[in-house]
Nanobody, 122 residues
């Protein structure tokens, strides 16, 4: 069992930056691919970014590529999402997830955090 706790969300203006953090419990953090997803009101949960177990491979949604960077610190059981040049359409609840399979679909993840709200004003 893995428990995930996100932090770092908030209210910012368009063009600003935020860094989200997700801390995992347990000793098996490095055994999981980690993903970030987001869900805006009235919309389905969508993929944002993923990072492999060792951190050697990353993948991003087209909508955030070049603006967001996912990274992880296995020694600290933490995954990060650095978000730059934020846009109003980035407004959503952001979730981190851990999974053996990973990938860009929610089904690849076994454990989810409670989410953190990111609001970008224009």
């Amino acid at each position: 069992q893995v428990q995930l706790v996100e932090s770092g969300g908030g209210l910012v203006q368009a063009g600003d930056s935020l860094r989200l953090s997700c801390v995992a419990s347990g000793r098996t953090f490095s055994s999981y691919d980690m993903g970030w997803f987001r869900q805006a009101p009235g919309k389905e949960r969508e993929f944002v970014a993923t990072i492999s177990k060792s951190g050697g491979r990353t993948s991003y949604a087209a909508s955030v590529k070049g603006r967001f960077t996912v990274s992880r610190a296995n020694a600290r059981n933490t995954v990060y999402l650095q978000m730059n040049s934020l846009k109003p359409e980035d407004t959503a609840v952001y979730y981190c997830a851990a999974g053996w399979t990973g990938g860009s679909r929610p089904v690849g993840y076994d454990f989810w955090g409670q989410g953190t709200q990111v609001t970008v004003s224009s």
